[in-house]
């Protein structure tokens, strides 16, 4: 499967954006997909994730500010950002597996696809 993760730019604090992970050659039944975040000099940083059965995981920092959700019909993930911090700023990328389970859903070695990216700003 193919991902092409879009939506990024700059955003003021307290804005939103909404990203958006698109998948081709297809579809993302079956599929976990989430979202991972890195800045310079940092690991990738677990975001969030939707299970194949519609079951969403934040992680701590994001939680109640970011929604995750997908659209079957156009095999679409996305990634509400509201109230967007400027420790937000990162390059998002979205990922997926097919066997990911539980107990490693937040390592980004768990996923075998993964978007090229997209930057998003968050000013002060």
């Known amino acids: 499967v193919q991902l092409q993760a879009s939506g990024g730019g700059l955003v003021q604090a307290g804005g939103s954006l909404r990203l958006s992970c698109a998948a081709s050659?297809?579809?993302?039944?079956?599929?976990?997909v989430a979202w991972f975040r890195q800045t310079p000099g940092k690991e990738r940083e677990f975001v969030s994730a939707i299970r194949w059965n519609g079951a969403t995981i934040d992680s701590g920092p994001v939680k109640g500010r970011f929604t995750i959700s997908g659209n079957s019909a156009k095999n679409t993930v996305y990634l509400q950002m509201n109230s967007a911090k400027p420790e937000d700023t990162a390059v998002y990328y979205c990922?997926?597996?097919?066997?990911?389970?539980?107990?490693?859903?937040?390592?980004?070695?768990?996923?075998?696809?993964w978007g090229q990216g997209t930057l998003v700003t968050v000013s002060s």
């Open positions: 050659g297809r579809t993302f039944s079956g599929y976990t």
């Open positions: 990922a997926a597996s097919s066997t990911v389970i539980l107990s490693n859903i937040r390592s980004d070695d768990a996923y075998g696809y």
